[in-house]
Each structure stands twice: as structure tokens, then as C-alpha cells.
């Protein structure tokens, strides 16, 4: 017989979605900045540099999240620091979130015309100017849709999370329904508070591109 939730087991759902969003944030704010050196990296002139983080992106999108979240999560304790689930999911989706966003803000890079770069230089704009004022600006319009569709991606991905411990929305709901034994109230409520998290950023990254190919085709 299905039941209502408690007070105490709401309380601790609403508690597991504030740090499936905390973890969310730390991974795509993280991701970003690592991203952004990674994309700069993918497209200068240091063939070596190239080559460096074109590996780093092979790395971390040819193996799986949940083995990445295990070797950062076990590798702690090598390093000598105290294995902390928290800690260990942040830095491994930052990581994972750098590969990623790096290759889809080379691609908005690659994207602005190459005359763009070309003219910035006939004005002896250097690298970091052009890079600054004229390329950058311009890539970021074509990012943007991809990289809300990739944010949804990751709050998804932070389900991954409760193998180690951390306890998010889904370890959240082990637990709950371990205490239970209703899977499918506890389960479909997961997903439904998942839904409504992703939802409108999906619809928002499907909005942007429509917009996007409205100004391209003008």
C-alpha cells in the first residue's frame, strides 16, 4: 500500500535537491573556468598545448563518469587527503565538465570567422585583446545553447554522486526507500523532482538554438 511522506522524510529530500543543486554549481562553475582554459589551449598557436589538452579532452570523454568518480574518490587517500564524497564528486564533474565544455567553447571559437581574428590583428590587437574583445564576445553567442543543454546534463550526472556516498537526490532516495519499501513512490518522486530541474533548462537551450538559427539565416 502506497503511503504519504513524512515531515522528516520531506524535509530530507528537499535537503538532497539543495545539494544536488550546491554540487551542480561547484561542477559547472568549476567546469567553466577549467573549460575556458581548455578551449583557449585547443586553439592557439603552441601545437604542444594543442596537443596537451586535445589529450586531457580524450581522457575524460573516452572513459566513463562513474570510473572517473571512483579514481579521484580512492585517489584521495593516496595523496594523503581524507576521503570526503563531496569533495571527491566536485572535483571529478569539474573535470569531467572541463572536457567537455572546453571542446563545445572550441568549437564557438572556431565557429567566429576566421576574418574577425584577421582584422584584429591588421590593428596589432594582441592575442589576449583579440581573444578579449573580438573573438570571445562572438563565441559566446554560439555557446550558449550548448552549454545550457550540457548543464543539464550534469545535474543528471550528479545521480553518479551517491555510488560514493555523497548523499544527493538519488542516495536520497535509496535511503528513503531502503527505510520504506516503496520504490515506486520514492523512485518516481526522484524522478519527477529531477524533471523539474531539467526541464526548463532544456526548454531554455531548445529556445536559444531556435533563436540562434533565426539570426543566422537573416
Known sequence: MIREF???????IVMAV??????SAIAFLGGALGGLLIALTRTS???GLRRMAAGFIQVFQGTPLLMQLFLVYFGLAVVGLPINPLLAAAVALTLHASAYLGEIWRG????VPSGQSEAASALSLSYRDRMRHVVLP????????PTVGFLVQLIKGTSLASIIGFTELTRAGQIINNATFQPFLVFGTVAALYFILCWPLSLLARHMEARMRRAITR
Open 6 to 12: 513524512t515531515s522528516a522524510e520531506v524535509l530530507f
Open 18 to 23: 539543495r545539494w544536488t543543486l550546491i554540487l
Open 45 to 47: 598557436a603552441s601545437k
Open 108 to 111: 564557438a571559437i572556431e565557429a
Open 138 to 145: 562572438q563565441a559566446l553567442r554560439l555557446a550558449i545553447a
